[in-house]
């Protein structure tokens, strides 16, 4: 099963980029590799997925490493808003899809 | 599109007593999940279903059940609350098999069990 290790939190400041790092190990070579986000008090929010090359979108980058046995989630330049718990999650089938690790806990500093 | 719909939003209950929360969705999704989320702890899943009529444990199944008789709505029964099962709960739901697809959240219910 595709379990993840990201660490318990991080720092940064405003308008600076956050690197959030994510280990999935045993990941398979189908399964795309999803980053969550969880605001508080709100319900988890999808924010980006890839399974080999790297992805951009509106909300952050996803740089995969080449052997796809970890990933990174790239927010180019943090606000306040972007204060959150961040779940990186090897999408496979079944439950093992479908579960979380305990997340990166991002504090943004003014 | 309502997306994925939690009821109710709060609800206090003593122990013993049995409830069920609602979760609906209106995007057509196969797979439906439902997670709880303890005070600083990451999301755990407790029942999933592939589809109507097919439902399977995840992490933490012990003390909820669950049916899934139409497509749209996946019920979370407790049958006997108790203290340990207040948390925060949410349902999820996504469309086909493929790793592909990802999870689109309900905004929860907030259970206290007293």
């Known amino acids: 099963d595709a379990k993840t290790t990201q660490p318990n939190s991080m720092e940064s400041n405003e308008e600076e980029p956050v690197h959030l790092p994510c280990n999935h190990s045993t990941i398979s070579g189908t399964d795309y590799i999803h980053w969550y986000r969880q605001l508080p008090s709100q319900g988890p929010e999808y924010v980006i997925h890839g399974l080999t090359s790297n992805v951009n979108n509106r909300m952050a980058s996803l740089a995969i490493a080449e052997d796809r046995k970890s990933s990174t989630l790239i927010l180019h330049r943090a606000t306040l808003r972007d204060a959150a718990v961040y779940y990186c999650n090897g999408m496979g089938g079944g439950a093992d899809g479908l579960t979380f690790g305990k997340g990166t806990h991002l504090i943004i500093q003014p | 599109n309502a997306g994925v719909t939690q009821t109710p939003k709060f609800q206090v209950l003593k122990t013993g007593q049995s409830m069920t929360l609602q979760c609906a969705q209106d995007?057509?999704?196969?797979?439906m999940s439902w997670y709880r989320q303890d005070p600083g702890m990451g999301l755990r899943l407790i029942h999933y279903s592939v589809g109507a009529g097919i439902t399977d444990q995840g992490e933490v199944p012990n003390g909820y059940n669950v049916s899934r008789s139409t497509t749209e709505d996946f019920p979370l029964r407790l049958l006997s609350a108790a203290p340990s099962q207040t948390s925060v709960y949410f349902c999820?739901?996504?469309?086909?098999?493929?790793?592909?697809?990802?999870?689109?959240f309900g905004p929860g219910t907030r259970l206290t069990v007293l």
């Open positions: 999820a739901s996504r469309t086909g098999q493929g790793s592909y697809n990802e999870q689109f």
């Open positions: 995007m057509n999704h196969e797979y």
